[in-house]
């Protein structure tokens, strides 16, 4: 068995382990520092702010009462992350958020694209190696799928074609992180494809930040309904789904941040049969935009201004998690609902709208 090839000892609750997070400051990162840390864990996080802003540190602090060490250096940067690890010879695990995920863009920027993620992973598993650090969990995406002929989709499911440099850098990085853990065994990782994560913290303290016109639904309908857009436009109605819009599994980040804790701890605990692992997170259940935009209304008792337009040229028709394997073998499932993610969006929006990330805020 390749887990008794390396002497990881299993986790007491009394240690306290210590992690790097790549992208930390960022949507899904910085809520799993959150839960990483109220679950016992020490946190050292690297981003270079291409895509967050360092008050997020301290909102992180105030809900955890804990302070993180913070690297403001580029993952691409070797001498960075080995001054990191050799700072910090403790660390046990490394969760690799720090990725550009903009659809479009990627498909203009194609380098950028394949420079920033594929260039990523690869230096930090190369830094990894040589430091000894034995464990990964990798952020993936329900987009390795594409259109699964058959739903909900399993982790075995077919992956597709790419259809943009961005999801090509996801299904690139699986195989990577696949073929470099096959030659060493006594190394473990997992990938975890999201599905669609939106919401934010119920403080409101930590939430998503985009910068400029956001792409993803979420955002764009909390911006929408706070009043910097006229009105959302709905990417088609034509689908063949009951109400004719696309169907999606949304996934309230809080409940994806502490899927992370849960796969950590059973790669600390060497719980699972092999050392690399793919798991789907998601809540298991589609919902259409309409129904997205009704869950909003009916939550915040905001009237959203929308218009059917258009399909969005690469956008699939529907797709939803089968969450059986997280369940049955990590024991994890996602706990809230569509309105609590809507609920909360809207609070963060509000939050935002009110108190803007200040100078002071800075760490
Ligand atoms: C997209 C990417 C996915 C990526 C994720 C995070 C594809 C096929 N999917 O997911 O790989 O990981 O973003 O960046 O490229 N919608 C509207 N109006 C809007 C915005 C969205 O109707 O203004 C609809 C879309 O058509 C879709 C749903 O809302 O049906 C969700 O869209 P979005 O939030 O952008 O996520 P995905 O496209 O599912």
Known sequence: DHRDLHSFPTRRSSDLMKVLITGGTGFIGSHTVVSLQEQGFEVVIVDNLSNSDSAVLNRIAKITGKESYFYCEDICNRDALKNIFSEHQDIVAVIHFAAF?????????????????????????????????????????????????????????PVLPATSPYGNTKQINEQILRDFLLVNQDLKGISLRYFNPIGAHPGGLIGELPIGTPNNLMPFITQTAIGKHAELKVFGNDYNTPDGTAIRDYIHVVDLAEAHVVAMNALLNNSLKENYSVFNLGTGNGFSVLEVIQSFEKTTGVKLPYRIVERRPGDVEQIYASTKLANEVLGWKAKYSLDDMTLSAWNWEKRLSEQHFSYDDKV
């Open 101 to 157: 995920k903009a659809v479009g863009e990627s498909v203009e920027q194609p380098l950028k694209y394949y420079h920033n993620n594929i260039t990523g992973l690869v230096s930090l598993l190369e830094e990894m190696k040589s430091a000894r650090i034995p464990n990964i969990i990798f952020s993936s995406s329900a987009t390795v799928y594409g259109q699964p002929e058959n739903l909900p989709a399993t982790e075995d499911s």
